[in-house]
């Protein structure tokens, strides 16, 4: 019997509801009417909310938790091929294949502004708030206060370094984000530069860290991974480094989280990454034969769970969070598909192989014999389509891992022994990683030789298509590594007569993704290039 799923496509599809402007927020952001007591402000950075959550309120309106997915189908990781597109799912969807064609309209509507800019600044506002009243309430003990004031100093450099990888370019002198540190009504953050906002960030890292200390917070919190801790803040500050090209700096921080915290989970042993098998679908010959049948599978006990799946991931520093968008339907590219060992690769099997993509093709390119209720493609459509094009991400009910985990540490630990030419070190970490991936030692151990492109490829398997984008942009910035993005597009989304080659470069001003039109104007900030 087959069951019944309901998938959602974020991306070709507009979350309606309306976004108030994070400058109009009241100062009392407490959920009280007034702040009077340090037990308010320890209850705020407590909240998971502010990391794991279902819904965004920004007052007016409820959003699914995108954030971070703008960018998701505009790296090299992402295939939709013209006739995938024409007969596949995305069918009818312009707003989804415009974004995936670099068109900034499908980028810039105030209605989007619930996946990444609203949520995010509303968090920063909210850090600001318990900041500024951190001498004022009513005290309880000298460890409380200092947790408080490392919890809200990490999570408003977390949220701002979110907004930099996101719409601003690589280069220390390329207009910034700015850095928002309080809550008066109208005041609007400069752009300044990058470098001025990564320095904010760091010094915040700086300051957290040193309170977090004062508080005890030395070791990783198991059973409230939600509240930063000094491996927290370690974990993130790696992140961070690793971006800008600091690999000194990332690999110290990565080794000294990993002390604190290094559980890797193994996928080939867990019972709740079992596969079941639920929905067939024929392929057809010529003459209308049966000549191969598709096995969808699905974790369902993680499917079940949902973010409390997410919630308990072991491997995690932050539950932090985003619903794929796209991720949980949007087919792989030729590339990313060839980076698999696609026998022996638990990811694979596990979070690939579903063939995620079919779910949302009924009626296309999927059909249903009204005889036999049976489902099919035919042979005709099958000829029109790549295999890359049948598979996705596809883990933890459609999110994806936003937050910090012991993997990226493992992997970012490499990286940077790989570039200081510690490739025997980094063969060894990359292999820790590897045997709780792949389905046996054997194949996780071979031909590992620490090289800096292999880890890179690590990267991309591990981390998903989901982070491609950020990581093809830190590449060109500290590395020069020359990364393009090449495919070919539809100017016409229904004629396949009318393709064309679409190339990104790296010194392309849209890496540095578009504002929204209506905060622009608001801010008074200048749109990104290459967005007008």
């Given at each position: 019997m087959k069951k019944i799923y309901t998938i959602i496509v974020l991306l070709g599809a507009i979350v309606l509801g309306s976004c108030s402007d994070?400058?109009?927020?009241?100062?009392?952001?407490?959920?009280?009417?007034?702040?009077?007591?340090?037990?308010?402000?320890?209850?705020?950075?407590?909240?998971?909310?502010?990391?794991?959550?279902?819904?965004?309120?920004?007052?007016?309106?409820?959003?699914?938790?995108?954030?971070?997915?703008?960018?998701?189908?505009?790296?090299?990781?992402?295939?939709?091929?013209?006739?995938?597109?024409?007969?596949?799912?995305?069918?009818?969807?312009?707003?989804?294949?415009?974004?995936?064609?670099?068109?900034?309209?499908?980028?810039?509507?105030?209605?989007?502004?619930?996946?990444?800019?609203?949520?995010?600044?509303?968090?920063?506002?909210?850090?600001?708030?318990?900041l500024e009243y951190l001498d004022k309430v009513i005290q309880t003990t000298e460890a409380t206060r200092n947790q408080v004031e490392g919890e809200a100093r990490f999570g408003r450099a977390y949220y701002h370094f979110m907004l930099l990888t996101q719409y601003c370019l690589w280069g220390d002198d390329k207009p910034g984000i700015g850095y928002r540190d309080n809550t008066t009504t109208g005041e609007v953050p400069g752009r300044e530069t990058v470098a001025y906002t990564l320095e904010h960030i760091y010094e915040d890292l700086r300051l957290a860290e040193e309170t977090l200390i004062k508080a005890g917070r030395t070791t990783f919190d198991r059973t409230h991974n939600f509240r930063p801790t000094v491996p927290t803040l370690q974990a993130f500050r790696a992140r961070v480094a690793l971006y800008r090209g600091d690999y000194e700096l990332a690999l110290s921080n990565a080794t000294e989280a990993l002390k604190a915290h290094s559980t890797l989970v193994d996928f080939k042993d867990d019972p709740d990454y079992e596969l079941e098998p639920w929905w067939f679908i024929n392929v057809l010959d010529e003459e209308g034969e049966v000549v191969d049948v598709i096995e969808i599978s699905s974790m369902f006990a993680l499917d079940d769970m949902d973010t409390e799946a997410v919630a308990k991931y072991e491997e995690l520093y932050l539950p932090n969070i985003s619903w794929e968008g796209m991720g949980g339907t949007c087919p792989i590219s030729e590339s990313f598909y060839k980076l698999w060992d696609q026998e022996n690769d638990a990811r694979w099997i596990h979070f690939y192989s579903s063939c995620t993509p079919l779910l949302m093709a009924s009626g296309s390119l999927v059909e249903t014999d009204t005889n036999t209720y049976e489902d099919y493609i035919s042979h005709e459509k099958w000829q029109r389509l790549k295999p890359w094009n049948l598979y996705s991400y596809s883990r933890f009910a459609g999110n994806s891992l936003v937050g910090m985990t012991t993997a990226e540490m493992y992997l970012i630990k490499a990286e940077c022994e790989a570039r200081s030419g510690e490739t025997g070190m980094a063969a060894e970490t990359l292999k820790t990683l590897r045997r709780t991936r792949?389905?046996?030692?054997?194949?996780?151990?071979?031909?590992?030789?620490?090289?800096?492109?292999?880890?890179?490829?690590?990267?991309?398997?591990?981390?998903?298509?989901?982070?491609?984008?950020?990581?093809?942009?830190?590449?060109?910035?500290?590395?020069?590594?020359?990364?393009?993005?090449r495919r070919e597009i539809l100017t016409d989304p229904t004629d396949l007569s009318t393709r064309i080659q679409l190339e990104i470069a790296p010194d392309d001003p849209r890496w540095a993704l578009p504002f929204y039109t209506f905060e622009a104007a608001t801010m008074g900030w200048e749109q990104n290039g290459g967005w007008e």
């Open positions: 994070f400058l109009d927020e009241t100062t009392d952001k407490s959920g009280s009417a007034y702040i009077y007591h340090m037990d308010q402000l320890y209850g705020l950075t407590g909240s998971t909310d502010l990391y794991l959550f279902s819904n965004v309120s920004d007052g007016e309106g409820i959003s699914g938790t995108a954030y971070l997915t703008e960018a998701f189908p505009l790296s090299d990781a992402v295939e939709l091929t013209p006739e995938f597109y024409v007969y596949g799912l995305l069918a009818g969807e312009p707003t989804t294949y415009d974004t995936y064609c670099w068109k900034g309209e499908s980028l810039t509507a105030s209605m989007n502004m619930m996946w990444t800019w609203t949520p995010v600044w509303e968090r920063i506002y909210r850090f600001n708030t318990v792949f389905m046996d030692d054997a194949s996780a151990e071979a031909g590992v030789t620490g090289s800096v492109q292999e880890v890179l490829d690590e990267r991309l398997r591990e981390m998903g298509a989901f982070w491609r984008f950020y990581d093809v942009k830190r590449l060109n910035g500290a590395e020069n590594a020359g990364i393009y993005v």
